[in-house]
């Protein structure tokens, strides 16, 4: 993935990724559909009416189906027509468009910051303190060390269990994999595919810092990488980008 987000960082302008994608780059919907069979109760309709008003401030739409072949009424969510996840009941998409660490990430995006790195955890202490250590000592070692912040997840959490299962996600078939992920996370809430247990090295690291700096050219505007979180919105007049001061001071690392 890397080989081809360096490939696209040419015919550029001056504006960087990051704080071009912050901007100017309104995040792809998620549609939560209400599955139901004949017709639906008033009860059941003023319950849903608060869910719509619950989530309307986020990249989400909420819409009722009628499909006769189901067994039981379900909520499935999906995101540019790819299925995410399916919930029985209203009380189980409580918190499903904001959390704590959705709320201190995009907090951080707005403050100015380059990206967030979310380093997701199996809860195999051995594994997890290998990727860590990588990524640690990459950061620390980078010249932006000071505009990245690196946030925590546990897969088995249960306060953020929205948040990782939209991490889980970003790929078909990242839910199977028992590794940790390394997910560089940018603009309003965007997050690339993740690197995984042996691909989280200082090298790829570097790679994805080197996109995040980079020159945004025509080519990454057209065809942006990655997957919009869903998360309310929040995204009027973020902090100016840290990335350029550091860039004035050191012109050599803008090239």
Request: hydrophobic fraction near 40%; charged fraction near 25%; charge should be negative.
């Amino acid at each position: 993935m890397f080989i081809l987000l360096a490939a696209l960082i040419s015919l550029a302008c001056t504006t960087r990724v990051s704080e071009w994608v912050l901007l100017n780059a309104l995040p792809n919907q998620y549609t939560l559909v209400y599955f139901h069979k004949g017709s639906v109760s008033e009860s059941v309709k003023n319950q849903n009416q608060k869910l719509a008003e619950g989530i309307n401030t986020a990249n989400i739409q909420f819409k009722t189906v009628s499909r006769q072949e189901i067994a039981e009424s379900y909520y499935g969510l999906y995101y540019e027509g790819r299925f995410f996840s399916k919930f029985m009941t209203v009380d189980e998409l409580k918190g499903l468009s904001s959390s704590p660490l959705r709320e201190k990430v995009a907090a951080e995006l707005m403050a100015g910051k380059l990206c967030v790195m979310l380093y997701l955890k199996t809860d195999n202490k051995e594994k997890d303190d290998r990727g860590l250590n990588t990524l640690h000592s990459a950061i620390e070692s980078s010249p932006f060390n000071k505009i990245i912040t690196v946030v925590e997840l546990s897969r088995n959490s249960r306060e953020e269990h929205h948040f990782a299962s939209l991490l889980l996600n970003v790929e078909d078939d990242l839910k199977d994999i028992q590794e940790p992920m390394l997910f560089g996370i940018f603009g309003r809430f965007k997050a690339l595919e993740p690197l995984l247990g042996g691909g989280i090295s200082g090298e790829n690291i570097n790679l994805m810092i080197d996109y995040f700096t980079a020159e945004c050219s025509c080519l990454i505007k057209d065809d942006l990488p990655g997957t919009d979180i869903l998360f309310r919105d929040q995204w009027e007049h973020p902090q100016t980008a840290l990335l350029n001061k550091i860039i004035d001071d050191n012109p050599m690392l803008g090239y």
